[in-house]
Structures are given as structure tokens and as C-alpha cells.
């Protein structure tokens, strides 16, 4: 929305007045405040600055106001400068039905009480980004029939892979399942050290080109995975992860080394916490080699050394912040990594990248020590080969972390125990149907599905609740200036400011939709599961709002447009969800690995060696991997 001079001159006025800058036109910028979760819709530092000794706003010869350094008039008169140009920018709020004498009352309550509370306020929790510190006691909860959710500790049975041999080529090795390198590390065919060099040496070979990597943890990795073997010497195996190597999202902090959220702004923080889900995979065995890009603030896959590449059409960028967990996962870089999601950010580049990946029901891992967009709606979750090691990892990491409030410990079934032949699973008129095809050959109950509800714009109050959670938890970047720093102006620079005129009523608006939205989908949920696209855009609005788990399977490939001539390697992945009712995980998870138990697309590799005889990629660039910093 494009201001008028009349309305842009009024909002230089009330903002200069806040600042306490500027003592001839009246204060009324604190009456907006009262209405708004947050201020402005341009940021203080992107604003003109008087002088000193002058104020912005001069009395002209005719009565009208005239703003310095300026030969145009906002015409208004000093006299209605608050009932008229004030009352225009009210419209932008859609709050322009207040008469003169009621302007004026809200300004005097609102500088009387609500900014010394607004300043109290921010300079109490406000003071550092990122949402590491001081959640909000306000916890969404996914749960469907307000029943107290009965807690289980109950670990999963794995399956047994007994006979699996070590292959001859560490190609082989890279590309093998968790459970699969699980059975050669606990019969110690392979040790865990050997499996950490052979990763960080393909992490090192493959990044210049797919750039999915912030930071090798080398030191670290090679520490833990001593550690392991020393175990396993001593009769000690700690289960399916034991010495098994991962990479983790550039946004969980990990001691001694950079968390930089992929931003610029802080590619040289240290954020010494181990996060939850860091504490708990280093209590499984899990060796640390890599801190992984995610896009910048965890926006989409552009972060501050460039972007990251889809290793099965290089040529394509991974989409998704969770860039570099589903690029390394696919290229054979990792065995499995974790990653996040807010709006998209697992589904997104696991399609796109072709790998399996599990977005769980909100609140089943704990998110301390992880940078926060929305609490409300960032998820963990895993990316793996299979969708049994999404089970095996998902085991591992969930469970009440006592300072997430939004955790908790689910009731989630194993799925490797689940009876697929008593399921009734829809379909959607978006769903693979190779998909439906096995799962009803495998007994299954089969049915044609549609998702019901009445709210018209899931988008509308997903961008209300996300923009306004995550701009109180970057207030003070904003506030300093340092989104003019940010990779890519187009995308959280611009929807944080459109977020600063987000009035309160609104956005609580939008969570009493949201919880309509919820009633309607647990309602319109009729069958056990459905399969559908998992990155239509409505259903990654809904299912995120709504907390549902969803697990992204790769069905197939297609070739990619425009090939060179004489053809090419590279493809394009095909790929499906399987979206389950909250705290139904293990539904997923077990129609996942019955499909992927009688189909061989999830085994596919993509062609980072080889694109074949007349497709090529130019050299990449030298990348200098940033060091381990000291404490």
C-alpha cells in the first residue's frame, strides 16, 4: 500500500514523536500503539531525521502545516491535524470510525499509560533476537478433544537387519539406511570413526557445489565418534544411533560453534546452549559433522554464502530454509539430518531434493536452543532415506523438553507394530496414485477424500500469526536497522514491516479462525490417514495451523524441461504426502514403510558424479569452510 502525502506526513509525525525528538505537532503516535501489537509500518531508522533545534512539522502563513525540507503542504490545519491527517492513517488500520473528541482521548491514555508499558515491556524481554528466551505462557495446542493427553515413554521396537554386510565401496556406505549402518556398527563391521571420515570427506567433496554446508564440526565429530566406538568396546551400545554421523539446521545451536541462523546479520554468533534436540541425539551416540544451511532467518534457501542446490537437477535451488538438511541428506552427505518447519520448510525441499521426511504433530520435539520464527508453529523434524529411519530418529528425539512449553510427550504408537490392514485411508483428487495402488494391493481400505472446512483464507491467518510472532522476536533488529542487511529484501525485511500495523484485535482474530479451522478439520477428518500433494500451498497452510504430522515419500521422477541436447541424468522427483490426525504419527510412518517396502524410488541416487556425456556443470568456487571457534 502506497501512503499519501498527507498520511506519510502524519506517520513522520507520530513516529518522530515517540522518539521524543520533536516537540511542536502533537503526540499522537501512541494512540496507534494502544490498537497494535506492534508500531510502525516504516522503521524508525528508515525515516528522515529533523534537526535538533527544528521540528518536522512548521506553522505556514495560511494556517496549513508544512514539513521541513519540503515545498509541499499536507493540508491540514494545525487546528485538525489530529482529526484529519491522524484519522487517514487510522484508515490504513481500518479504524478511521472514531470522532475528534475520541482521537484525542485515546492519544492522551495511550502516552499516559501505553507506552511506558510498551517501553517496559521491550526493554524486559525484548532486548536480544532470535525468541531463545522468555516464550510466551499463551501455548497453542493441537489437541482435538481438550482431554489430558496421558504421556508414554514407550520406545518404538525396531526391526531386526540382521545379515546386512558392509559393501565394498563407500558409495554404497554413504547411501546405506540409519538401521542399515546401525547393524553394521553394533556387529562392528564398520566403527563409528570410519563412518565420520567417510561423511565429512563426501560433506567436503560435494558442498562448493550444492553449498548446504555453514560449518564442518570436525573436532567435534571425530571426539564423539571416538567416544562411541570406546563404548561399544566396553559391551555398551546405546541403540540405533549409536555412532551413526548427522547434520543439523544452522538454527539448533550447538556449544563452541557458530549458530548463525543463516543470516549475515549473525554469521559469527555463539550461542553457547546445547539445544534439546542436540542433547538428546549426543545421549543416543549421534555424531555431530556438520551445521547445515538453513535460508536466511529461516526464510526459503538463500542464506548469506549463497544458495543452496537441488543435488538431483543442479541447476534448481532446493526451495525451503530447510535447504541444506534435504540437500545433504539426498547427495549421501549425512545419513539423516533435522530440520524445521514454520510454513513449508520440511515438505518444500524434501520434494524437491527427493528424500523422505517427517513433519511431526506440533509440540512432539522439544524446541529449546532452536531460533524461533512463530512458537505457535515451528516444528522439528526429521530427514532421512526411509521413512523407518524417520520413525528410528523421531523415537530418539521426542518427548517433553521442560523448557518448551509447547512440548510435551505424545502418546504416539510404534509404527513398526501398526496392523495397515485395519486402516481406512483417503485419497485426494492431488494424490499419486502408484501410491494408492500399493498401499490398497498391501489391504489397505482405500477411499476417495476430501477435506472440509468453511475458512476462506488459511494464508491470510497463517501470515497474521507467523509475521507478528516472529517480529516480536526480532523487534531489536528491525528497531537498529539491520534488516537492511538482510540477503533478500523481498522477504522478511518487507513482510516484518507490513506486520508492525497488525492490529492486536486482529491477530486474535485470526487465532479464533484458526481454532474454527481446527474443529472443522478434526470434524471433516473422517478416515485414518489421507494422501495428498504435500507442497499445495492450502494444504501446508492448513496442516501447519492445524499441527497435523505429514510424511513427504518420493514416488518417482520425470525428466527435467529443457534438456541438453543428447539428453541428461538430472531429474525431476515426484513426491506424495501421507498426512495423519494429530498425535498419529505412527499412522505415517507405518503407510509410508509399507510403500516404500515394495517400491525402490527412496533408493535412487542422485547424479552428482555423473549428468551425463553432454550435460556438465562449471567448476564451483573454493569454499573456505568457516573454523571451530574457541570458548
Known amino acids: 500500500m502506497t501512503l499519501d502525502k498527507c498520511s506519510r506526513e502524519s506517520l513522520l509525525a507520530l513516529t518522530r514523536s515517540i522518539g521524543g525528538s520533536c516537540i511542536y505537532y502533537v503526540h499522537f503516535g501512541a494512540a496507534i500503539i494502544c490498537c497494535l501489537v506492534l508500531v510502525f509500518t516504516v522503521p524508525l531508522h528508515s525515516l528522515p531525521s529533523p534537526s535538533v533545534t ?66 517496559a515491556n521491550r526493554r524486559f524481554v525484548a532486548s536480544e533476537n532470535g525468541g531463545l528466551h522468555y516464550p510466551s505462557p499463551l ?47 553394533k556387529t562392528k563391521k564398520i566403527t563409528s570413526q570410519e563412518l565420520t571420515r567417510i561423511f565429512l570427506q563426501r560433506l567436503k567433496k560435494y558442498n562448493p557445489v550444492l553449498e548446504a554446508v555453514i560449518t564442518l564440526t570436525e573436532e567435534l565429530a571425530h571426539k564423539q565418534a571416538k567416544a562411541a566406538d570406546e563404548l561399544l568396546g566396553q559391551g555398551v551400545y546405546l541403540g540405533p544411533l549409536h555412532g551413526i554421523p548427522y547434520g543439523l539446521k544452522d538454527i539448533i545451536s550447538v556449544p563452541g560453534y557458530k549458530t548463525t541462523w543463516g543470516s549475515k546479520t549473525f554469521k559469527d554468533q555463539i550461542i553457547d546452549t546445547e539445544a534439546w534436540v542436540y542433547k538428546r541425539l549426543k545421549a543416543a551416540g549421534a555424531v555431530l559433522v556438520a551445521k547445515l544451511v538453513s535460508g536466511s532467518l529461516a526464510y526459503d534457501d538463500i542464506w548469506f554464502g549463497g544458495r543452496t542446490r537441488n543435488p538431483w537437477n543442479i541447476e534448481e535451488f532446493s526451495t525451503g530454509s530447510s535447504a541444506g538438511p534435504a540437500a545433504s541428506t539426498s547427495a549421501g552427505m549425512v545419513p539423516f539430518a533435522i530440520g524445521s518447519e514454520t510454513a513449508g520448510s520440511i515438505t518444500y525441499p524434501a520434494a524437491r531434493c527427493g528424500v523422505t521426511a517427517l513433519r511431526p504433530t506440533f509440540g512432539t520435539v522439544g524446541r529449546t536452543g532452536v531460533m524461533s520464527i512463530a512458537e505457535s508453529l515451528d516444528k522439528l523434524g526429521p530427514f532421512c532415506r526411509t521413512a523407518a529411519d524417520c520413525a528410528v530418529v523421531l523415537d530418539i528425539i521426542r518427548g517433553n523438553d521442560p523448557d518448551d512449553l509447547s512440548s510435551r510427550d505424545v502418546p504416539i504408537d510404534d509404527p513398526f507394530s501398526i496392523d495397515i490392514t485395519k486402516l481406512t485411508v483417503g485419497y485426494l483428487e492431488d494424490a499419486e496414485m502408484e501410491v494408492v495402488h500399493v498401499l490398497a494391493s498391501k489391504g489397505v481400505k482405500m477411499v476417495p477424500f476430501q477435506l472440509n472446512y468453511t475458512v476462506d483464507s488459511a494464508q491470510g491467518i497463517l501470515n497474521f500469526t507467523m509475521d507478528v510472532e516472529m517480529l ?107 498426512y495423519a490426525p494429530r498425535h498419529r504419527d505412527h499412522i505415517s510412518l507405518a503407510l509410508a514403510m509399507a510403500y516404500q517396502s515394495a517400491t ?21 568456487p573454493t569454499v573456505i569452510y568457516p573454523p571451530r571457534v574457541l570458548r
Open 54 to 119: 527544528h521540528p518536522p512539522f512548521i506553522p505556514s502563513t495560511n494556517g496549513t502545516v508544512k514539513y521541513m525540507g519540503s515545498n509541499n503542504h499536507c493540508p491540514c490545519s494545525e487546528k485538525n491535524i489530529e482529526g484529519s491527517c491522524l484519522r487517514r492513517f487510522l484508515g490504513l488500520l481500518d479504524a478511521n470510525f472514531f470522532n475528534d473528541k475520541q482521537i484525542v482521548e485515546i492519544e492522551k491514555g495511550a502516552k499516559e499509560l501505553s507506552i511506558p508499558i510498551i517501553e
Open 139 to 185: 501455548i497453542f495446542n493441537p489437541n482435538w478433544d481438550h482431554q489430558s493427553i496421558q504421556p508414554t515413554n514407550r520406545r518404538f521396537n525396531y526391526p531386526s537387519n540382521s545379515g546386512i554386510q558392509r559393501p565394498e565401496s563407500e558409495e554404497d556406505i554413504a547411501f546405506m539406511s540409519v538401521l542399515e549402518l546401525a547393524e553394521l556398527i
Open 472 to 578: 516480536a522476536h526480532f523487534d531489536e533488529w528491525q528497531r537498529s536497522g539491520k534488516d537492511n542487511e538482510y540477503e533478500a529484501q523481498d522477504q522478511w525485511p518487507t513482510e516484518l514491516r507490513r506486520a508492525r500495523i497488525i492490529p492486536a484485535v486482529d491477530y486474535i482474530q485470526a487465532q479464533r479462525a484458526r481454532g474454527k479451522l481446527i474443529n472443522e478439520v478434526r470434524d471433516s477428518f473422517t478416515v485414518d490417514a489421507f494422501i495428498g500433494n504435500a507442497t499445495d500451498w492450502e494444504k501446508v497452510c492448513v496442516g501447519n495451523l492445524v499441527g497435523l504430522p505429514v510424511i513427504v515419500v518420493p514416488t518417482g521422477f520425470t525428466n527435467i524441461s529443457n534438456p541438453p541436447p543428447g539428453g541428461s541424468k538430472r531429474r525431476t522427483t515426484v513426491t506424495t504426502g501421507i
Open 600 to 620: 525402490n524410488h527412496h533408493k535412487k541416487r542422485p547424479p552428482i558424479n555423473d549428468l551425463g556425456p553432454n550435460d556438465k556443470i562449471l567448476d564451483p
